[in-house]
């Protein structure tokens, strides 16, 4: 259980490489030359649907092929992230388990095999939960990369070097700042992230332990009337935790060997790299800069990436 929904699967660079590729195309052909082959001896006019048909079916196969196979579930270890990931993903273990034994309490019947059915279900939700922790430690990991302290203290004195607003300033000191600010904000990003996420996982456990504390109260009354509705509740925990992942997903780590002056840390996350949806903090006031003027500027300090 917790393998990839058909979803992930289909929507995934290797179907779109299949639906445009030459093979793809050769496919799609064959299936209707099959086609019109097998149906213009009945009718001509089924000629054109056996041609339709028998595309359908040829680019269906081709697209069965590229379908990514189910890769293992992932051995769940909570210890394996650090906090809040871990109290989430314990809290889930431990829903699972009183569900599990929620189900134990019901008489042998159909309810009971309803239920059961559930209770697999949420071998998926733990592990679209661990998921979503493992990818937030990898943010966490990356936002302790960022001293945004450092940053903010090169930045009030690069721009106290320039007096009010970047008029006179040089264009290598005006570009600094530039950096600076974009590694501030990059930061305030990353933490609205990780803050948004966690509380999105405590609203997810906390649904499931109401599906638990449903699950109970079925058992107790051993009524079926609503088993469909706990059913479609918990698949609505699982889609909810792989929209989570996959915009966790989204964040690609940003790991180059050597970085210029002015540049984000290695293994630090870009601005384009977060999700869209992650709240953005207004920019930081700007004037445009100027031509800059005769009065150079060594490059005194530097940003925290090139340290």
């Given at each position: 259980?917790?393998?990839?929904?058909?979803?992930?699967?289909?929507?995934?660079?290797?179907?779109?490489?299949?639906?445009?590729?030459?093979?793809?195309?050769?496919?799609?052909?064959?299936?209707?030359?099959?086609?019109?082959?097998?149906?213009?001896?009945?009718?001509?006019?089924?000629?054109?649907?056996?041609?339709?048909?028998?595309?359908v079916v040829g680019l269906g196969i081709r697209v069965a092929i590229a379908l990514p196979r189910h890769?293992?579930?992932?051995?769940?270890?909570?210890?394996?992230?650090?906090?809040?990931?871990?109290?989430?993903?314990?809290?889930?273990?431990?829903?699972?388990a009183r569900f599990t034994q929620a189900v134990k309490t019901f008489r042998d019947g159909p309810l009971?095999?309803?239920?059961?059915?559930?209770?697999?279900?949420?071998?998926?939700?733990?592990?679209?939960?661990?998921?979503?922790?493992?990818?937030?430690?990898?943010?966490?990991?990356?936002?302790?990369?960022?001293?945004?302290?450092?940053?903010?203290?090169?930045?009030?004195?690069?721009?106290?070097?320039?007096?009010?607003?970047?008029?006179?300033?040089?264009?290598?000191?005006?570009?600094?700042?530039?950096?600076?600010?974009?590694?501030?904000?990059?930061?305030?990003?990353?933490?609205?992230?990780?803050?948004?996420?966690?509380?999105?996982?405590?609203?997810?456990?906390?649904?499931?332990?109401?599906?638990?504390?449903?699950?109970?109260?079925?058992?107790?009354?051993?009524?079926?009337?609503?088993?469909?509705?706990?059913?479609?509740?918990?698949?609505?925990?699982?889609?909810?935790?792989?929209?989570?992942?996959?915009?966790?997903?989204?964040?690609?780590?940003?790991?180059?060997?050597?970085?210029?002056?002015?540049?984000?840390?290695?293994?630090?996350?870009?601005?384009?790299?977060?999700?869209?949806?992650?709240?953005?903090?207004?920019?930081?006031?700007?004037?445009?800069?100027?031509?800059?003027?005769?009065?150079?500027?060594?490059?005194?300090?530097?940003?925290?990436?090139?340290?």
């Open positions: 259980m917790g393998s990839l929904s058909f979803r992930d699967r289909f929507f995934s660079p290797s179907v779109a490489k299949a639906l445009t590729s030459p093979s793809g195309i050769l496919s799609l052909g064959a299936g209707a030359a099959v086609g019109i082959v097998a149906t213009a001896p009945v009718a001509v006019p089924l000629a054109a649907v056996g041609a339709v048909i028998g595309g890769a293992p579930s992932p051995k769940i270890d909570p210890f394996s992230v650090n906090e809040p990931w871990r109290g989430a993903v314990l809290d889930a273990v431990k829903s699972r009971k095999a309803s239920v059961t059915v559930i209770d697999d279900r949420l071998d998926d939700a733990v592990n679209e939960c661990y998921r979503v922790a493992l990818q937030g430690q990898l943010v966490t990991d990356g936002r302790k990369n960022i001293n945004d302290h450092e940053v903010a203290t090169e930045l009030a004195q690069a721009r106290a070097q320039g007096g009010d607003g970047r008029e006179g300033l040089t264009e290598a000191r005006s570009l600094r700042i530039t950096s600076l600010e974009a590694q501030l904000q990059t930061a305030h990003r990353m933490d609205d992230l990780i803050a948004s996420t966690k509380e999105q996982l405590d609203l997810l456990n906390a649904r499931l332990d109401e599906a638990v504390t449903r699950a109970i109260e079925l058992s107790v009354s051993n009524q079926g009337g609503g088993v469909g509705e706990l059913g479609s509740d918990v698949d609505g925990i699982i889609d909810d935790l792989q929209s989570l992942r996959l915009a966790m997903e989204d964040v690609k780590g940003a790991t180059p060997s050597s970085a210029p002056a002015g540049s984000a840390p290695a293994g630090a996350v870009m601005d384009e790299d977060l999700p869209t949806s992650a709240a953005v903090p207004p920019p930081l006031p700007r004037s445009s800069p100027t031509a800059p003027s005769q009065d150079t500027d060594p490059g005194q300090g530097r940003a925290t990436g090139s340290r």
